[in-house]
């Protein structure tokens, strides 16, 4: 059983489409989190989901959306792809009752726009 | 705000060679720290961790002591072998917002040779 699963695994697109990223856990945590890896390794938060309250936004452009239907999930929209959008992007979950517990991650969509 | 700040990579070693990797943070409250580490293709996943002041993580024959007077939680590992090559990243969680974000310093790369 994947704690974390994130699809598709690999995602090659033109600029200008519209795609989404989709996640599950399977932890019962009420927080999950996406993050953009970029070419250097640096993991930057794009979005947490608290109990399907969005609970940061850093500076992503609204092109990026997060979607939680029910507390397992959290998909990730993105219109009008950009070349700049090419990086790998995890999804992530954990308790937030707790900060002495990890995040566990998914294992990545690499997205590929071109 | 949160930050972790790490030695910058690559950090390249022969096998069994001892391994440092530094990790500083900046933390409002009491943070836990964290270190994950990264295998080609893979997502995150939990090296050890440490939850207080002076706690000792461990794990795979990586180690890492909570220093709260220099706010350090750098990793070590007495004898690397090549299937240690990886990227770490240091991490910590805290409180934002009521939730408990984790915040993830830029990543070292490790490459061990034969």
């Known amino acids: 059983d994947t704690a974390v699963s994130q699809t598709p695994k690999y995602l090659v697109t033109q600029m200008g489409n519209d795609k989404s990223i989709k996640c599950e856990q399977n932890?019962?945590?009420?927080?999950m989190y996406w993050y953009k890896q970029d070419s250097k390794k640096f993991l930057k938060i794009m979005f947490s989901?608290?109990?399907?309250?969005?609970?940061i936004n850093e500076t992503v452009p609204n092109r990026f959306s997060p979607k939680s239907p029910d507390k397992a999930h959290l998909n990730l929209h993105i219109n009008s792809l950009e070349l700049g959008d090419s990086a790998v992007y995890f999804c992530?979950?954990?308790?937030?009752?707790?900060?002495?517990?990890?995040?566990?991650f998914g294992q990545g969509t690499r997205l590929t726009v071109v | 705000g949160n930050s972790v700040t790490q030695m910058e990579g690559p950090v390249t070693l022969s096998e069994e060679a001892f391994l440092t990797i530094n990790c500083t943070y900046t933390?409002?409250?009491?943070?836990?720290l964290f270190w994950y580490v990264q295998y080609p293709g893979e997502g995150l996943q939990l090296l050890l961790k440490?939850?207080?002041?002076?706690d000792k993580g461990s794990n795979k024959g990586f180690e890492a002591t909570y220093r709260k007077e220099t706010t350090s939680f750098h990793l070590e590992k007495g004898s690397v072998q090549v299937s240690d090559s990886a990227v770490y990243f240091c991490?910590?969680?805290?409180?934002?917002?009521?939730?408990?974000?984790?915040?993830f310093g830029r990543g070292t790369s490790l490459i061990v040779h034969p």
């Open positions: 932890l019962g945590h009420d927080t």
């Open positions: 933390a409002t409250g009491y943070p836990s």
């Open positions: 440490a939850t207080k002041a002076d």
């Open positions: 989901y608290n109990n399907k309250e969005l609970i």
């Open positions: 991490a910590l969680r805290t409180t934002s917002g009521g939730s408990y974000i984790p915040t």
């Open positions: 992530a979950s954990s308790p937030s009752k707790t900060g002495a517990t990890e995040a566990f």
